[in-house]
């Protein structure tokens, strides 16, 4: 398969070369171009894939034998993953933010970048009959597919948005907690998602979000990798920036309640074959302190 660099996928899928207008356009078009090649990725994932074990470019471990052993290393325990519909768990998220969540019945529960649906059955367990679950996904394979397991699990009361994180096809204080599961990291527009977060959640609504961030800058040659990008590390934002983007939304009393740092190969499994000659030269797979995930928690103030 061939490699391509974020700029060379951008400007190939838009074709408009070095002709560009204003800066304001070009970055436009550049957060389009990354929200194509990752929409791309997770369409082929959602229509092939069986476990992240079977391909790259995945936010999942190289390590992991099947989707369900490597959700058990981030933070599942069999019983959840026995209690949703098998095809929700493509082994995609980085933590398990419903362990944390303290749902309760009859919450309105809305997933930024649902995937397959996963934590969206699982939150569906918590809040029962009088709650709601809204998942949402940019990705209409990914869509259709968690549009099916929750058929096959006789859910009603999960419903799957096709839309962007960024323009949430959701109303002004609709949910009692925002989710996430390895998504924002995926964002050109970081800020944006969390505003919105915030926009959805009612007063002294919750934010729960389970990510990956930077701990110190990456090489280059992982930064530039558009596969890096899709697998959730080369668009990853520095921790400390990422928790004060959560504060400038608006946030509340602002947490890191969990936090694993991953050597970058482990993260992205297909940096090992598209990138090992770059980065094992310079040992940079290798060593841990690159990359984290994080669990963030954070409160949407009672009177704004
Ligand atoms: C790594 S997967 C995680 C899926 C799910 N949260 C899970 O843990 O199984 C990322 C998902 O986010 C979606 N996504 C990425 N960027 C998005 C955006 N800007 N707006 C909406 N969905 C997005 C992708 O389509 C994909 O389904």
Not at 217 to 224: A, D, I, Q
């Amino acid at each position: 398969m061939k490699t391509y660099s974020i700029k060379e996928w951008q400007f190939s899928a838009y074709g408009f070369g070095n002709l560009m207008e204003t800066s304001n356009r070009v970055d436009k078009m550049k957060k389009e171009g990354i929200r194509e090649i990752v929409r791309k990725r997770y369409a082929e994932i959602a229509k092939d894939k069986s476990s992240c074990c079977d391909s790259s470019s995945s936010c999942c471990q190289s390590t992991c034998d099947t989707s369900a052993d490597y959700s058990t290393s981030v933070g599942y325990n069999e019983e959840e993953l026995k209690a949703v519909p098998e095809d929700a768990n493509l082994g995609l998220g980085c933590g398990n933010p419903i362990a944390l969540s303290s749902l309760k019945g009859g919450e309105t529960v809305l997933d930024l970048g649902s995937g397959p649906g996963l934590d969206c059955f699982l939150a569906a367990n918590k809040v029962g009959q009088r709650g709601k679950v809204i998942g949402v996904d940019m990705t209409p394979e990914m869509i259709d597919r968690a549009r099916r397991n929750a058929v096959k699990g006789n859910y009603k009361n999960v419903e799957f948005r096709l839309g962007e994180i960024e323009n949430l096809p959701v109303a002004d204080c609709t949910a009692d907690i925002v989710i996430s599961n390895c998504v924002i990291n995926l964002s050109p527009d970081k800020e944006r998602v969390f505003q919105e977060a915030f926009r959805a959640l009612k007063p002294c609504g919750r934010l729960l979000v389970s990510d990956i961030v930077l701990l110190r800058e990456l090489p280059k040659s992982v930064k530039n990798d558009a596969q890096a990008y899709v697998a959730c590390v080369a668009g990853a934002e520095k921790k400390d920036k990422y928790l004060e983007i959560i504060k400038n939304a608006g946030f509340q009393d602002v947490k890191v309640i969990k936090e694993t740092q991953f050597p970058i190969g482990d993260v992205c499994g297909d940096i090992d074959s598209q990138g090992a000659q770059r980065t094992s030269k310079k040992g940079v797979q290798k060593e841990k302190n690159y990359v984290a995930s994080i669990i963030v928690s954070a409160v949407k103030p009672k009177n704004l």
